[in-house]
């Protein structure tokens, strides 16, 4: 075929362009796996325009609606962070009240961990059989109701338990968030969408901070201590998150009720054939045999694992942390959670758009990037003494971390085939990345034995953000031919929209 004009490449969609010379000549095979569209589909003629316009009412309906289910889940997941520093010192504390000692409190890491690494997969394959919509409100309502049981715990054990149910309803809700972006949006375009979702974590950590802080003034009203409060009320918000979600999620392409019946085909026919469907069988064996003995899954699992070790103990005691440094009083401390709450939030959005922006640029250099700038951090919270510098090192923590996985989950998406390796794979990966609330918690359990300089914890979390970086080099490397051609075809794709607005601009003029 030869090359067509600008003008021609506006009537066709993308999968119908030419492909890009491979530098690589397995490249041709490995793109046709993961990018090309099934040749059977029929696909109709549309503008680059008209695309874009359909993605703006898409992201209209279904990203705040994920967004409002994710930011409830990070509140109840990292409520138990904001428990500890409040009415320090007073009967009302909850280590007072249950009677537990700063190590039975990070085990609550480990009873909130366990069911999701065993939970998320089940929890995930189930989503395409029932539909997201019932899925997810299923998993908002009955977490809620185990989150609300915490005001009743009498003692650690009673803790303990409502934390482990939690662990267990709310498991499959990111990875089924990430499976279901993959129904609407090809891989190049899920990088801001993602970070669109996660902004719910980085609001989740202000809401809590300021609810928190709003809560030690209601301390034993009604003969309730803050903390019970601070369960209840994210109990009941459960109930109306969970009608929203009923009423306003819509679940699939094709049945989607904002969507002209053309859209809909225009939407469904640019995805590559490795992106989920709903014809997709709800079960396939053969597709999770297939990803078990992929190296992807263990490499990709590993990177992640290693990561969040090096951060998640930092976010799980960082309320803690930041009281220690002695700012201000314990109530107003809950506010200095904000910033680095902030600062990760507008990183994250910024990575997410440079690496859209820049496709000469491999995911991996934007990783090790990440990566460098976290071990940075470390290194000034662990041996610079002032508090100024080391509460910029928690803002330059928390927006490098975030912005780690910013680029891993779309590349990750770039190489799964169909619904039910696309579910297997997100809830594998994240469930078994999860053993890093059980150890990245525990780094920093003694944090009053090494408060205020915390050295040697963070020195071990810069050696677990060291092997991340190899980590993610090797599945760079395995996974370099489709990184490479989706980059290109993504490149091609916006020098076409490029040129259509350009001759858009002539015509007018």
């Known amino acids: 075929m030869s090359n067509p004009t600008a003008a021609q490449l506006s009537t066709l969609p993308f999968e119908k362009h030419p492909k890009p010379a491979s530098p690589d000549p397995a490249l041709d095979d490995v793109a046709d796996k993961y990018i090309v569209a099934s040749e059977h589909e029929e696909v109709p003629s549309y503008t680059c325009t ?79 059989k029932f539909g997201p919509r019932f899925h997810f409100m299923r998993i908002v309502l009955l977490w809620s109701l185990s989150g609300a049981m915490g005001a009743l715990a009498k003692n650690k054990g009673g803790l303990w338990a409502t934390r482990f149910f939690l662990g267990v309803l709310e498991a499959g809700v990111y990875p089924g968030i990430l499976a279901h972006l993959t129904y609407w949006y090809r891989p190049d375009e899920i990088a801001v969408r993602m970070i669109g979702v996660a902004t719910a974590a980085a609001f989740s950590s202000i809401f809590d901070a300021l609810l928190a802080w709003a809560i030690t003034y209601i301390d034993g009203l009604h003969g309730i201590s803050s903390w019970q409060w601070y369960f209840i009320i994210l109990g009941l918000v459960g109930v109306p998150v969970a009608a929203i979600v009923w009423f306003f999620l819509p679940n699939y392409p094709e049945t989607a009720r904002f969507l002209t019946p053309r859209e809909k085909q225009i939407l469904i026919s640019r995805l590559p054939a490795s992106s989920s469907r709903r014809s997709d069988a709800n079960w396939d064996p053969k597709a999770i045999w297939s990803e078990l003995k992929s190296p992807l899954i263990y490499v990709f699992t590993g990177m992640q694992l290693f990561q969040n070790i090096g951060t998640y103990g930092l976010q799980f005691w960082l ?24 600062v990760g939030l507008c990183a994250s959005f910024f990575w997410a758009w440079l690496s859209d922006q820049t496709l000469g640029v491999p995911k991996l250099l934007y990783l090790i990037g990440a990566i460098a700038w976290t071990m940075t951090s470390f290194f000034c919270l662990a041996f610079v003494k002032n508090k100024v510098p080391r509460e910029s090192g928690l803002l330059e923590n928390s927006e490098v971390s975030t912005s780690f996985f910013a680029v891993l989950w779309p590349w990750r998406s770039q190489t799964m085939k169909g619904a039910t390796s696309t579910a297997f794979v997100f809830s594998f990966q994240n469930g078994m990345a999860q053993w890093s609330g059980m150890i990245g918690g525990s780094l920093l359990l003694s944090h009053t034995k090494y408060a205020p300089r915390y050295t040697i914890p963070f020195m071990v979390c810069v050696i677990f953000q060291f092997v991340a970086g190899l980590t993610a080099t090797y599945g760079w490397y395995l996974s370099r031919h489709t990184e490479r051609a989706i980059r290109q075809e993504a490149k091609l794709r916006k020098d076409e929209a490029r040129q259509q607005r350009l001759e858009g601009s002539q015509e007018k003029s």
């Open 319 to 342: 309320p803690s942390i930041i009281a220690s440094f002695g700012f201000t009083t314990t109530q107003s401390s809950q506010l200095l959670n904000i910033p680095p709450t902030v």
């Open 50 to 128: 008209e695309a874009r316009q359909i993605l703006r009412k898409v992201d209209l309906a279904l990203i705040p609606v994920l967004v409002l289910i994710y930011l409830h889940k990070n509140m109840d997941q990292f409520i138990v962070s904001y428990l500890v520093p409040m009415q320090k010192g007073k009967p009302t504390n909850v280590l007072k009240q249950l009677n537990m000692t700063a190590d039975d409190w990070s085990m609550i890491t480990t009873f909130q961990t366990i069911p999701s690494v065993f939970f998320e997969v089940p929890s995930n394959l189930l989503m395409k």
